[in-house]
């Protein structure tokens, strides 16, 4: 291990209040105090773990320095994916900054520095009352927690600075530091008024307060900087208090318990940063793999230590390692450097090798944890970087007792991963599993007590060894409760051993966590299970045909008799797929273990009478929906059994699936590779059958429940699904979201949207919706009382909110044709009744910002929506705008600015058409 002191990064003597390393480059930020303002100034890392770099008058040492703030800066934190850097201060504000391209120097910059990055503030967030003294990015980003001494926490969207989601008020004193659990189910507070309160991200309110460790606590400190672990299972807070003695207090996830803390620094605790990883390497006795968490702790006694759960010691102690208190701390994106900074204006560089630490577990490896932990993988490729996706908790699984017996694991079809635009959310997906998988491998039910000379228990840790039986888990701080566990207890006797720093200065006695370590034997999976509900009702026909929609080619209409599937009427129900004629045929033929149906298909390119007969099939139970396409067949029965066949050969694709009740509605997509059907118990399953995976899976409960029956069922080429209700009422699914999105439905703002826009159109290739929206149309009953709008001062606003969630919705469904013509319809509301904030909102959007667009062509490349470029569809509204005199300013100001764009491109010789091709 190596210590640095880098006298170049200092900050003019005055106070270095949080340091923060960017989690993708060499580089690391920090934030104090300047000559008369707030300062925060992004530093080159190189020179820092180098003295090759550090003398090299080539490498910058400081690479960008932003005065921006008004007063003190408290806290700076980088955003996961290392684009934006936020920063609090005393003046109450939140600036989020982003690197912009072109020449260096940032508006706010002191002068003295030549800034090598151009680092700019593009969204100031105002809400608090008083200093801002911490911020927490979530996980994936999606929100930022920041706290005050105004006594309250800030929730912000992340993904639409400056709204704000959630503003939590709980603590009755400062609040002086904030953090996110890993799996994103909770954010946790530490305030003056000696309590750590764990607040609920599904709905924003109050899990628990833990209280006691702190009640001894006489002093105070300027933050309170808690960290949670790596694998989610434990939060270490900040000053706490043991016999009169300052603490870290270990708070467990398993019940909020707090019966074990690190205890040995001689004065108030400040601030807890954990390792970044889950590490793991071979013990040095059994060369057996062990993991375990590692952690760095800092106080005002100017003491830094640092714990790994599986020693029985501190790895590190290091007195006197600066002036005044130790303010902040950070780990490298590697691993294997740790930043921390001092109220003296200096910071030290502790340097760690691979052998000292262990080796990061894998992104697999620890996928794997989370989801034996939380039932849901941690990854998904999103805009081709390897990002993590926030992993919702499955909110039953903590309440499951270890002791109880477990029963065997339910695997549920997951929807695929693939590679979504980032979406902003504005209240988090609930997932809950009842699943839980018993433990292949138990602990070591044995540790060693030892009682030193002082008369002080210790246990020493035993390391438990991975198999491949016994996936890789984070290793546990156990509770000392015996109600928990049977252990064996080997006890012994040793003398009390002390260490000597270098220069024979006594280190501080620190007292390891006293409990054996020990596998997580929770297991879970990622899909909530699909809950049989009472049926909703008759059902009606679903679409067969991808190309138009017409009387001619919708399917047959499969009725339901008081919420049951009931038979197709034999013989009488034929389906055409190109050369093949498809008939089914029920109850045909009785035996004496009962009917069975029949299918046949007919190849009617065939000249031979005889040789018409493609396959026939047998099916043992009453067929009541089946679909085809130019590939498959879909055959959907009576007793919930599923039959994918080969139009060609009559041969099964997969072996016979099976649902939880009666087949009602099945559907091809229009490519012929996604195929579902819908159930009597309001369960839908599509299908990939070319790959034979599980495409989606879902319940539609949510939209059906006392709404009617379902008359059309239909999945798009992207594999999404339309269901459209008797009542007019329809609805398509969103993966991503896990949420049923709304297409059609029978409110004031709706029908206001859709008078007059859609008339007859039955394309469900290219345009999904506006079909979708004109048969449902056609199920609404007529209202008795005819309301005009056309005076009604709000009917302009309900047809642009109309419009928006249009364009939203064609988004998420994939469909460009349609997105060209919402915004076109846009520009025409915007021109006659906007406003001019809106429009300028809309029109900021798609020109994007001028200087990238103009000197980076990936910018503009990666610059559109679906398909289509964005200025293609800031033409679109231009285009409308321009009819208007009252908007001929706005309309010239934009299309300046759009030629000055484009005219740099043809400058620079860059075909247009090239400049939008697709990755």
């Known amino acids: ?56 008058p080539k490498v910058p040492k400081i690479l960008c320095q932003m005065d921006n703030h008004l007063s003190c800066v408290n806290a700076v934190r980088w955003s996961c994916n290392g684009l934006m850097l936020a920063s609090g201060a005393d003046d109450k504000l939140l600036m989020i ?56 926490i800030i929730v912000w969207d992340a993904q639409s600075f400056p709204t704000i989601i959630a503003m939590l008020k709980g603590h009755s004193g400062l609040v002086k530091g904030v953090t996110w659990d ?31 460790p702190f009640e001894e606590c006489s002093g105070t400190t300027h933050i309170l900087r808690l960290s949670w672990s790596p694998d989610g299972q434990y939060l270490v807070s900040a000053h706490a208090m043991n016999g009169g003695g300052p603490t870290a207090q270990i708070i467990e996830r398993d019940g909020w318990k707090c019966d074990k803390d690190f205890v040995g620094h001689r004065k108030a605790v400040t601030c807890v940063r954990f390792h970044n990883s889950i590490l793991k390497r071979q013990a040095p006795k059994n060369n057996k793999l062990q993991q375990y968490c590692c952690l760095a702790i800092g106080s005002r006694d100017r003491c830094l230590s640092v714990w790994m759960t599986a020693l029985q010691r501190p790895l590190l102690v290091i007195r006197d390692l600066f002036d005044d208190s130790i303010l902040d701390l950070s780990w490298s994106h590697d691993g294997y450097i740790l930043l921390a900074c001092s109220g003296d204006g200096t910071v030290a560089c502790l340097q760690f090798s691979e052998d000292q630490l262990g080796r990061p577990l894998s992104e697999e490896d620890k996928n794997s944890l989370y989801q034996r932990q939380y039932g849901k993988d941690a990854t998904i490729d999103i805009s081709s970087q390897a990002e993590k996706e926030m992993i919702i908790e499955n909110s039953d699984l903590l309440s499951i007792s270890l002791e109880k017996p477990r029963g065997p694991p339910v695997l549920l079809p997951t929807a695929p991963v693939k590679e979504p635009t980032p979406i902003a959310f504005k209240s988090p997906q609930k997932i809950s599993s009842s699943s839980v998988a018993p433990s292949p491998n138990k602990p070591i039910l044995k540790q060693v007590e030892t009682k030193t000379a002082d008369g002080k ?51 501080p006695q620190i007292t390891p966590v006293t409990e054996p370590l020990k596998l997580d034997t929770r297991l879970a999976f990622r899909d909530t299970p699909l809950k049989p509900t009472s049926s909703f009702g008759d059902a009606h026909s679903n679409l067969a045909s991808p190309g138009m929609i017409t009387t001619k080619n919708a399917i047959p209409i499969v009725k339901m008799n008081a919420g049951k599937a009931t038979a197709i009427v034999g013989g009488q129900c034929v389906k055409i797929a190109g050369d093949f004629r498809v008939q089914v045929f029920n109850d045909s033929n009785k035996t004496q273990f009962g009917t069975i149906s029949r299918v046949v298909c007919m190849n009617m390119s065939q000249q031979q009478v005889a040789d018409k007969k493609a ?35 009559g041969r099964l694709v997969v072996p016979v699936l099976n649902q939880a009740s009666p087949i009602v509605l099945s559907a091809f997509s229009p490519n012929s590779i996604l195929g579902g059907v819908l159930t009597e118990s309001a369960h839908l399953s599509v299908w990939n059958v070319d790959k034979m995976k599980v495409h989606m899976r879902s319940s539609c409960t949510d939209v059906i429940n006392g709404n009617g029956f379902i008359n059309m069922f239909y999945v798009t080429d992207n594999g999404i699904p339309f269901i459209s209700l008797s009542t007019g009422n329809a609805y398509s699914y969103c993966a991503d979201l896990e949420s049923w999105m709304v297409v059609n439905a029978s409110d004031a703002v709706t029908k206001c949207g859709l008078n007059g826009a859609i008339t007859n159109v039955k394309n469900m ?42 364009i ?75 009819t208007s005199t009252k908007w001929q300013r706005i309309f010239m100001e934009y299309k300046d600015q759009l030629n000055e764009i484009e005219s740099v491109v043809k400058q620079n010789g860059t075909n247009e058409d090239q400049l939008m091709v697709t990755e």
């Open 457 to 507: 228990r210790r246990i020493t840790p035993m390391f438990i060894p991975l198999t491949e039986e016994a996936p890789a888990t984070s290793s546990e701080l156990s509770s000392s409760s015996q109600a928990r566990s049977q252990i064996f207890i080997e006890k012994k006797t040793e003398a009390v051993m002390t260490e000597s720093s270098p220069t024979q200065t006594q280190q």
């Open 182 to 212: 890993p799996v994103g189910k909770f954010l946790a507070s530490q305030s003056d008024d000696k309590s750590v309160k764990i607040w609920k991200t599904s709905d924003w309110t109050i899990q628990t307060t833990i209280t006691e």
């Open 97 to 152: 900054w982003k690197k912009a391209p072109g020449p260096s120097g940032s508006f706010g910059s002191s002068g003295m520095t030549k800034n090598v990055e151009n680092w700019r503030c593009f969204a100031t967030l105002r809400g608090h009352a008083g200093d801002v003294l911490d911020l927490a990015w979530s996980p994936q980003d999606r929100w930022l927690a920041s706290c005050s001494i105004d006594n309250s």
């Open 765 to 806: 290739k290219q345009y999904p919706l506006a079909t979708v929206q004109f048969i449902s149309n056609s199920f609404q009953q007529k209202s008795k009382i005819v309301i005009d709008m056309s005076e009604n001062i709000y009917e302009a606003q309900s047809k642009i909110s109309f419009i928006e969630h249009q």
């Open 615 to 649: 396959w026939e099939m047998a099916v043992g139970s009453t067929v009541t929906a089946f679909s085809l396409c130019s590939k498959y067949v879909l055959i959907g029965a009576l007793d919930g059994s599923v039959r994918l066949i080969h139009i060609k050969n």
């Open 808 to 882: 939203q919705l064609c988004l998420t469904v994939n469909s460009p044709f349609e997105l060209k013509h919402w915004y076109s319809v846009l520009g025409y509301q915007l021109a006659s009744h906007g406003k001019e904030k809106k429009i300028r909102q809309v029109l900021d959007d798609l020109l994007g910002p001028v200087y990238s667009l103009q000197n980076n062509p990936e910018d503009r490349k990666n610059h559109k929506l679906l398909t289509i470029h964005k200025h293609d569809l800031l033409k679109e509204v231009l285009n409308n705008l321009q």
């Open 1 to 56: 291990m190596k210590l640095l002191k880098p006298a170049f990064v200092h900050n003019s003597d005055k106070p270095i209040f949080s340091i923060d390393i960017h989690p993708k480059e060499s580089k690391f930020a920090t934030g104090g105090q300047g000559n008369d303002s707030g300062r925060v100034t992004i530093w080159n890392l190189e020179p820092v773990i180098s003295e090759k770099a550090e003398m090299d």
